[in-house]
């Protein structure tokens, strides 16, 4: 088993950044990639990112493109999610989700992932 744990939520306003992070813990040598998800009121689960194992290979919704960047640490087994530029419309409980394999799925999720993390708030004011 692995257990996410999620931190850095808050709230900042328009325009502004903000860190996630993601620990890792349990089988962590079982994972490959690594990602981020994210729930606004009202809404179903959103993919927002996803790494290989050395944060390569990372690719994002379009809606983040070019504003969030996500990075691996191995040596922690800690994942990054760098938000910057934030709108409004980033508010949202955001998750941290691992995988053995990363698999298309389809759907506002795109990718099926293995473990979740119980989330983190973000709320970007106007």
């Known amino acids: 088993q692995v257990q996410l744990v999620e931190s850095g939520g808050g709230l900042v306003q328009a325009g502004g950044s903000l860190r996630l992070s993601c620990a890792a813990s349990?089988?962590?040598?079982?994972?490959?990639?690594m990602g981020w998800f994210r729930q606004a009121p009202g809404k179903e689960r959103e993919f927002v990112t996803a790494a290989g194992r050395s944060g390569g290979n990372a690719f994002y919704a379009d809606s983040v493109m070019g504003r969030f960047t996500i990075s691996r640490d191995g040596a922690k087994n800690t994942a990054y999610l760098d938000m910057n530029s934030l709108k409004p419309e980033d508010t949202a409980v955001y998750y941290c989700a691992a995988a053995r394999t990363l698999y298309y799925t389809g759907g506002p999720e795109r990718y099926g992932m293995d473990y979740w993390g119980k989330g983190t708030l973000v709320t970007v004011s106007s």
């Open positions: 349990g089988r962590t040598d079982s994972l490959y990639a």
